[in-house]
C-alpha cells in the first residue's frame, strides 16, 4: 500500500514562530522553520495604535510540515489554534499533495 504524504506550509505572524513551534513539538510533528517577508490579502496594510500604515512587506515565519494524509486535520489545528490572535494578518495554511521523496543519506526514492 503507497502511503500518501502531504506538504502543509503555514505563513503565521513572526510574534507567534515560538508559540507555533513548541505546539507542533508538543504534539510530536517534526517540522523546518524559517523567516519570511511578503504581501499578504491586506496588501502590507497595518493598524498600529488605531492608525492605518502600509509597509512594503511584513515579516512573518513559514513553516513546513511532512506527514501522512491521515495527520493533517490534526496539524492543521494544532497551527491554527497556536497562531490565532483573531485579527488580521494571522496567517494562512497551505496544504498539497507531495509526489516524490528522496532521503539523501540512504538513496532511498519514494516516489512512482
Do not use: N
Not at 505572524?13 to 515560538?18: M, P, Q, V
Amino acid at each position: 500500500m503507497v502511503r500518501v504524504m502531504m506538504r502543509i506550509e503555514a505563513i503565521v505572524r513572526r510574534e507567534k514562530k515560538w508559540e507555533v513551534a513548541e505546539a507542533l513539538m508538543r504534539a510530536g510533528i517534526p517540522y523546518t522553520i524559517f523567516d519570511v517577508e511578503g504581501i499578504g490579502g491586506q496588501l502590507g496594510i497595518t493598524e498600529v495604535s488605531g492608525r492605518m500604515f502600509q509597509y512594503p512587506f511584513h515579516e512573518k515565519c513559514a513553516f513546513i510540515i511532512v506527514v501522512p494524509e491521515e495527520q493533517v486535520d490534526r496539524v492543521c489545528e494544532v497551527i491554527k489554534k497556536s497562531a490565532y490572535t483573531g485579527r488580521p494578518g494571522d496567517g494562512r495554511i497551505f496544504v498539497s499533495e507531495v509526489k516524490r521523496d528522496i532521503r539523501i543519506r540512504e538513496g532511498d526514492d519514494s516516489g512512482d
